[in-house]
C-alpha cells in the first residue's frame, strides 16, 4: 500500500509510468486533501492552528487504512508533512513511535520519506524506525552535473556495506552500483604465457606476459600504446575472450588504425571474442564502471581486460575520491578473479632526463612495466620499446626500436653502441676492437 500526504494520486500514477511499472497490486491511499481545499473555500483556519485540526484526522485515516487492508508492505509519503502537523515535537515523537510500534505488530514492511534536513533536526524518526537509508542528489562544482548516491546509516539487527553508494534513475527503473571494496584473496598462478604475436617481443618478455599479471604500457603520446595493447588482445582473442574499455578513442578508430598496420582485429570483433567499449569520462561512478567490469568478467568470461587510459580513467573518477583508491580496488578485482589485465599510461614529456613510469604513483601496482618512448638518432625520430620490471620470470633488458607500418608492428634487434636512449637523444659509443 502507497499512503501520498502530498502528492494527488494522479500526479502519482503519471510520475510512476515512466518506469513503465505496474502498479495493479498497489493500493494507493490519498490523504493529500484531507483537510486542505483551495478555490473559492480556501480551507483557511481563523480560530484554530491547522496542525489542532488536520493533524487527528490524518494519522487516524493511517491506522484505519492500514487495519482495513492489511498491506505486508507499506510506504508513507511523506512523514515530512506529518511533521508539519504536529503541534509540537513531544507530540510528534509520541505519535510516530506509536504509529512504528502498531506497524510491526501489523507485521508491515515499512518505508517512511522523511527530508533529510527534517532528521537532522528532529531524531525521533531515526530513533524509532529498525533502518535509515539516506538519498542524496550532489552537484558536481567543476563538471556541474548531478549524481545520485544511497548510503545505510542504520540498519538494526543487520549488518550492511557502509559508504555512499551511487545509483541512477531511469527507464528501466533504480540501478545501484555498490561501493565494493575487493578483498585481496589467493591468486593461483597458472603459468601460462600470453603471446603478444610478435615474435621479437616475445623474446624480449621472455615468451611473454605471465597470465593474471597487471601489464603498464606508459608513454608519451603517439608512441604506439594503445596499438601494441590491442595486438596482444587481439592474439589472446584467438583463443579466448578479451574486452577493451577505452576512455579516448571511438571503437572505430581503432579497429582502422589495426587494418591500416596490416594487423586487422575485424574477425575477433565480428566473433565478438572482443569487444571494444568506449566510455564517456562524464558518464559512469567509478562503481558503475567496476559493474562493467565486473559483468565482462563474470558474464561474458573475459579473461583479458585493457584500459585506454589511466589518464581518461582518473578524469572520469575524480570527481569521487581519489583515483588511485579506485584503480587499486580495480585491479585487485582482476588480479583475484585471474584476469590480465593491460593498463595503458600517458606521460606528458616527450622527451626528459627523469624517468617516471607514470604521473599518478600507481606504478608498484603494476606487475609489468613496458616503457615506449621517443628518441631522436641521427636526425630522425624513432620509437623506442623496452621492459622496465617483470614480477614473475625473466625479461631481456635492452631497448629495441619499435616500428608502426604497413607490415604490423615491427620490433628491432637490440640497439647497440648507443648510450642515453631513455634521455631522448642517444649518442653513439665507439666499440673498441677486442
Known amino acids: 500500500m502507497y499512503i501520498t500526504l502530498c502528492e494527488p494520486t ?21 490523504l493529500s486533501g484531507l483537510g486542505t481545499y483551495f478555490g473559492e473555500d480556501s480551507g483557511e483556519y481563523h480560530m484554530f492552528s491547522p496542525s489542532e485540526v488536520e493533524s487527528g484526522p490524518i494519522w487516524k485515516a493511517i ?9 505486508q508492505r507499506l510506504v508513507i509519503d511523506s512523514v515530512t508533512h506529518l511533521r508539519h502537523l504536529a503541534t509540537d515535537e513531544y507530540q510528534f515523537r509520541k505519535n510516530i513511535l506509536g504509529l512504528v510500534n502498531f506497524l510491526n505488530q501489523e507485521n508491515v514492511t515499512s518505508f517512511l520519506a522523511f527530508e533529510p534536513s527534517e532528521l537532522e533536526r528532529d531524531t525521533s524518526v531515526a530513533l524509532a524506525v529498525d533502518g535509515v537509508i539516506r538519498l542524496r542528489m550532489e552537484i558536481s562544482p567543476s563538471l556541474a552535473i548531478g ?10 539487527g543487520s549488518d550492511f556495506m557502509s559508504g555512499r553508494h551511487p545509483f541512477r534513475i531511469g527507464a528501466d527503473g533504480i540501478s545501484v552500483f555498490p561501493h565494493r571494496i575487493e578483498r585481496t584473496g589467493s591468486i593461483v598462478l597458472s603459468g ?9 617481443l616475445d623474446q624480449l ?8 599479471t597487471v601489464t603498464l604500457l606508459t608513454g608519451p603520446t603517439g608512441t ?8 596482444f588482445l587481439a592474439h589472446y582473442a584467438r583463443s579466448g575472450r578479451a574486452v577493451l574499455f577505452t576512455f579516448e578513442e571511438p571503437a572505430a578508430f581503432i579497429v582502422a588504425r589495426s587494418r591500416g598496420i596490416g594487423a586487422a582485429i575485424d574477425d575477433v570483433i565480428h566473433s565478438e571474442a572482443m569487444k571494444i567499449v568506449r566510455v564517456n569520462p562524464l558518464e559512469l561512478y567509478p562503481d558503475e564502471f567496476l559493474a562493467r567490469v565486473r559483468h ?8 583479458m581486460v585493457m584500459i585506454d587510459s589511466l589518464r581518461g580513467y582518473q578524469f572520469a573518477m575524480e570527481e569521487f575520491g581519489r583515483s588511485q583508491a579506485h584503480i587499486h580496488n580495480l585491479i585487485i578485482y582482476l588480479s583475484r578473479q585471474g584476469v590480465t589485465t593491460i593498463i595503458i599510461n600517458e606521460v606528458e614529456h616527450i622527451t626528459s632526463t627523469s624517468l617516471k613510469a607514470t604521473d599518478m604513483g600507481v606504478s608498484h601496482l603494476a606487475d609489468n612495466i613496458m616503457l615506449l618512448r621517443y628518441a631522436e638518432h641521427e636526425g630522425k625520430i624513432i ?16 631497448l629495441r626500436q619499435i616500428q608502426v607500418g604497413t607490415q604490423g608492428i615491427q620490433i628491432s634487434e637490440q640497439l647497440e653502441n648507443l648510450q642515453g636512449i631513455l634521455t631522448g637523444i642517444p649518442t653513439s659509443v665507439r666499440k673498441w676492437p677486442e
Do not use: H
Not at 487504512?65 to 498491506?71: D, G, I, T
Not at 620509437?383 to 635492452?398: A, D
Open 10 to 30: 494522479s500526479v502519482f500514477v503519471s510520475n510512476v509510468a515512466g518506469f513503465a511499472w505496474s502498479i495493479d497490486d498497489i493500493e494507493i491511499v490519498d
Open 63 to 71: 491506522y484505519q487504512a492500514v487495519r482495513e487492508k492489511k498491506p
Open 147 to 156: 549524481s545520485r548516491s544511497v548510503q545505510v546509516d542504520k540498519l538494526r
Open 192 to 200: 601460462k604465457m600470453v603471446s603478444s604475436g610478435i615474435a621479437a
Open 205 to 212: 618478455l621472455c615468451g611473454g606476459l605471465e597470465s593474471a
Open 224 to 231: 604506439g600504446k594503445t596499438t601494441l595493447g590491442t595486438q
Open 296 to 303: 565482462a568478467v563474470e558474464v561474458d568470461g573475459c579473461g
Open 383 to 398: 620509437k623506442i620499446v623496452g621492459c622496465l620490471k617483470k614480477r614473475i620470470g625473466n625479461f631481456e633488458p635492452e
